[in-house]
């Protein structure tokens, strides 16, 4: 079957490449490059200890899982497993955190302050007592989504934009482009925020939430930090260049802001006087600073499976933790398996 994926980022990607492990030949689309969007800009963290209900926290262990299936398949697979370090709460508010996630059967092992000093003297103010997350990882989406399309044997058409898509006698058929229609058997769109774009037209409904981030690099350091932190001043890693990488809000995962107000600059700076304060042995200056408008649906939920005969969507946040489950799921729901675990993010959700 020939099948056309919009969209060069993570998600895209993975897509194409486990469609054309079962066969299928896959042309990617994307008007910018690999990866020009949000993935290109992304904290890469792979967890499901962040998670908006049961169904989403069973999408990310799964996640998880898929990641580690992916690094056995994937030629140089850039990810990478050195868990997470989690202090944003003490007290009260982390003890009911842990219990929460070891309920769910979650690994997780409680740091005292003598632990955390042995293992990571870099730090600056230890806290009390930390949860250490030995399950997670962190790649760099970018890189990824470069790999997994090289691995595929997709043709990848750069800088040709989907302008809308083409139906006939009630399913999809091809994708208009500038220069003239691409015929297909099925479109995947996983194309971000500009999904909506493309799909509304056919009467798929897809509300996104305003979501804009910045993200911070410094240059290249010698090695500084073995794990993903996530602390009361932001999260922060450190990638696989060097380069640390910390979003300049100072908690990511939950930031529900729609607009970034004043200069990145400014904003980075701030950002760079909380990482000095979880590591003071830091001297360097942030030498780049990334606005990634992430694509977040309309309830913060994933937005996975078949919109219309022919048009599957796949379109959420956080890429980085679904990609390479929502590149088996799409594949093998394409090739008439469905999956139990998308019924609770399916497109027609929203009418």
């Known amino acids: ?15 194409a490449f486990q469609l054309a492990r079962r066969g299928h030949g896959v042309t990617v689309l994307d008007g910018q490059g690999i990866a020009a969007g949000a ?20 999408l990310r262990l ?28 003490t007290g009260a508010a982390q003890a009911a955190f ?26 600056g103010a230890a806290p009390e007592s930390a949860l250490f997350l ?22 990848l058409w750069r800088g040709v934009a989907a302008k809308g898509l083409v139906q006939a006698q009630g399913r999809v058929t091809g994708v208009l482009t500038g220069q003239g229609v691409l015929a ?29 981030g910045l993200i911070l690099k410094t240059p290249p350091l010698p090695p500084v930090l073995p794990l993903v932190l996530w602390g009361p001043g932001g999260e922060l890693r450190q990638d696989e260049a060097g380069r640390l990488v910390m979003p300049v809000a100072a908690n990511h995962q939950g930031d529900t802001a729609e607009t970034i107000a004043g200069l990145a600059g ?26 990634a408008r992430r694509p977040v649906p309309g309830d913060g939920l994933p937005v996975i499976g078949e919109a219309l005969p022919g048009l599957w ?39």
Do not use: K
Not at 102 to 121: C, F, K, Q, S
Not at 136 to 151: K, M, N, Q, S
Not at 188 to 200: H, K, Q, W
Not at 266 to 289: F, N, Q
């Open 1 to 15: 079957m020939q099948i056309v994926v919009i969209g060069a980022g993570v998600i895209g990607a993975s897509i």
């Open 134 to 155: 030995p399950a997670e990882g962190a790649a760099d989406p970018a890189l990824l989504a470069a790999r997994l399309i090289a691995a595929s044997g997709a043709r």
């Open 266 to 291: 400014p904003h980075a700076d701030a950002a760079m006087a909380r990482l000095r304060a979880l590591l003071p042995g830091v001297r360097a200056e942030w030498d780049e600073v990334a606005l």
């Open 184 to 212: 297909a058997a099925a479109v995947v769109v996983a194309a971000g925020t500009g999904a909506p774009a493309l799909v509304e037209p056919l009467g798929v409904a897809l509300p996104m939430l305003p979501r804009p």
């Open 62 to 89: 799964e996640g998880i899982a898929a990641h580690r299936r992916l690094c056995e398949t994937l030629p140089d697979c850039p990810t990478r497993w050195p868990g997470c370090l989690w202090f944003e709460e």
């Open 39 to 58: 993935s290109g800009r992304s904290f890469g963290w792979i967890n499901a200890s962040y998670h908006l209900n049961e169904a989403h926290y069973r």
């Open 98 to 123: 842990a219990g929460d996630l070891r309920a769910r059967g979650y690994p997780v092992e409680t740091w005292d302050r003598d632990r955390i000093r042995r293992d990571l003297p870099q730090l």
């Open 313 to 351: 969507l796949a379109v959420m946040h956080s890429g980085a933790t679904l990609a390479a489950i929502t590149g088996e799921l799409v594949a093998q729901e394409m090739d008439g398996a469905e999956s139990d675990h998308l019924a609770p993010f399916r497109p027609g959700r929203f009418g």
